[in-house]
């Protein structure tokens, strides 16, 4: 297990990777509340496929916790029943967690799969916190981190849960991104104490801009999904064929985070010139230029161009990729000091 919890730990980082990518497409298509419910999908573990089979019907079985659409109201079985000929609200209950009482077929499997890719992710990280303990009397700080991740898994389980059912709460799903961040720090740090045996240049500034710059990355990607927010409102209001409305009178945190790109553009150039003529050699430096580059082109095209298909889940995964790497890069940057 030793020998193989490094490749562990690596599709750990892929996996988490995949649920930023996979929540972005859910966010760019607007299919955030496709399952009303959580963990099931209108109480089915295996999603409606059509609205017919959600729809109240007389002289039908369903089991308890289905929920269906009459009137277009969501409804959810008390217990398991059969139906008579009229409808009886006496065996059921009206879903009232939020008001959403729609049916899309596209935007309910394309939540349902973001929440398979979890899942999935889940069974990793339990292979991840049973390879760590065979480090427990060699390096208890690799048990401790791969159970934190773990735990912090669980802990954005439950945010999902209550995503949902707090109808996308612009501060929950804030917070849900900032916790998949931290994960993704911690698993960063594993893969350094397993995988990184190299000898780095340690340059004071230079570690010092990068604080910074994963601090600023930390505060752009928290504003960033409050934005978003605000776009998918916009959208909620004026639909999807009229995307030119998105940004319509925007608040004070879209100009933030824009503006706020400039001072990221001048910390990450400052790492950029710093490597160059102190020869300090790090590589990862040229991707985060890269990384920051992809970010302002995809955020002017969302801004400029109604959001092309894809800008915004290239600019989100974009954006999660770029704090991984400047985190990595501090761990490399400070690795003399400890």
Not at 228 to 238: A, G, L
Not at 239 to 254: C, I, T, V
């Amino acid at each position: 297990m030793k020998k193989i919890f490094p490749k562990i730990v690596q599709y750990a980082i892929i996996s988490l990777y995949l649920i930023f990518l996979a929540g972005a497409i859910v966010r760019m298509t607007g299919s955030g509340m496709g399952c009303p419910d959580w963990p099931k999908c209108f109480g089915y573990y295996i999603p409606p496929t059509s609205e017919e089979q959600i729809t109240w019907k007389p002289n039908t079985e369903y089991k308890k916790g289905i929920i269906i659409i009459k009137d277009e109201v969501l409804f959810v079985a008390d217990k398991n029943i059969k139906t008579a000929d009229t409808f009886s609200v006496e065996n059921w209950s009206e879903y009232t967690k939020h008001d959403y009482n729609k049916f899309n077929k596209f935007h309910t499997w394309t939540e349902y799969i973001n929440r398979l890719v979890s899942v999935l992710a889940g069974f990793v990280f339990l292979f991840l916190i049973y390879g760590s303990i065979k480090f427990w009397k060699e390096n208890k700080k690799i048990t401790f981190l791969s159970f934190g991740a773990f735990f912090l898994m669980l802990f954005e389980a439950w945010l999902g849960k209550t995503v949902v059912d707090s109808n996308l709460t612009p501060e929950i799903i804030t917070i849900h991104m900032v916790v998949g961040l931290i994960i993704i720090g911690i698993l960063l740090k594993l893969k350094f104490i397993i995988s990184d045996k190299k000898t780095y240049t340690y340059n004071s500034l230079f570690n010092k801009l990068l604080i910074i710059s994963v601090i600023f990355s930390l505060i752009q990607i928290a504003m960033g999904t409050q934005v978003r927010q605000f776009i998918d409102e916009q959208v909620k209001q004026f639909g999807f064929e009229n995307k030119n409305y998105s940004l319509m009178n925007p608040s004070f945190k879209f100009y933030f985070h824009r503006s706020f790109t400039i001072a990221i553009v001048l910390v990450n150039f400052g790492l950029f010139y710093i490597n160059q003529i102190k020869n300090l050699g790090y590589k990862l430096v040229n991707w985060i230029v890269f990384l920051i580059f992809l970010e302002t082109i995809t955020g002017i095209l969302m801004y400029y161009a109604e959001f092309p298909l894809g800008t915004q889940a290239v600019h989100l995964l974009a954006g999660a990729f770029l704090f991984g790497l400047q985190f990595y890069l501090w761990l490399q940057s400070r690795k003399t000091l400890n």
